[in-house]
């Protein structure tokens, strides 16, 4: 179970680091956020867990399916780390 985990722990890794940059870049791209709009959202990435699914399904970014469903990987990686620090997975 470990090797598996480790693998889809990865994998939602980098695919976090991936989606925490598109959030970004599509956040300072946008032409309708105000400055005080583009700052407060990207300082959500702080809080990315939240603030990128909630930005993707209700910012109104028109982000495709494929990223909508990448927006949840940075919580998934957060949950696997959780539990190989409590030993959950052996």
């Not at 867990?49 to 949840?72: C, S």
Request: proline share 8%; glycine share 8%.
């Amino acid at each position: 179970m470990l090797p598996v985990a480790w693998t889809i722990f990865a994998l939602c890794v980098v695919g976090s680091f991936i989606t925490i940059a598109a959030y970004w870049l599509d956040v300072q791209d946008r032409p309708d956020l105000t400055f005080r709009h583009r700052v407060a959202w990207s300082l959500g990435t702080l809080a990315f867990p939240v603030t990128i699914p909630a930005y993707a399904f209700f910012g109104g970014p028109g982000w495709p399916r494929a990223l909508r469903v990448a927006a949840f990987l940075p919580a998934v990686a957060l949950v696997l780390l959780a539990g190989f620090i409590l030993g959950l997975f052996r």
